[in-house]
């Protein structure tokens, strides 16, 4: 059985910085794509950031791209998302999606598995 847990969302103020860790287990991970997605309600899932196996290759959304940045630590199958620069429309619930292929996609169809998802509120 396959476990992705996010965790690090909480309350912030605009212009904060916030990581959030993604730990995926349960079975052997090699050879695949990591991704944050986040959605609101009322609104489709959006693609927020993704990265290949080795880290050498990352994909992010116009609207985080120069604030966020991914990166992973394959030791402990473990993805992160450093977001600076918090704003208030980055509030959201995000998620980490795991895909058995080694390359980030935009389209949350392309992933196999899925956390539940963290929430992450940005204040003024």
């Known amino acids: 059985q396959v476990h992705v847990v996010e965790t690090g969302g909480g309350l912030v103020q605009a212009g904060d910085s916030l990581r959030l860790s993604c730990a995926a287990s349960?079975?052997?991970?090699?050879?695949?794509?990591m991704a944050w997605f986040r959605q609101v309600p009322g609104k489709e899932r959006e693609f927020v950031a993704g990265?290949?196996?080795?880290?050498?290759?990352?994909l992010y959304a116009n609207s985080v791209k120069g604030r966020f940045t991914i990166s992973r630590d394959n030791a402990k199958n473990t993805v992160y998302l450093q977001m600076n620069s918090l704003k208030l429309e980055d509030t959201a619930v995000y998620s980490c999606?795991?895909?058995?292929?080694?390359?980030?996609?935009?389209?949350?169809?392309?992933?196999?598995?899925w956390g539940q998802g963290t929430q992450v509120t940005v204040s003024s």
């Open positions: 999606a795991v895909r058995l292929y080694d390359a980030p996609s935009a389209i949350d169809a392309s992933y196999d598995y």
């Open positions: 349960g079975r052997t991970f090699s050879g695949y794509a």
């Open positions: 990265i290949t196996w080795s880290g050498r290759s990352t």
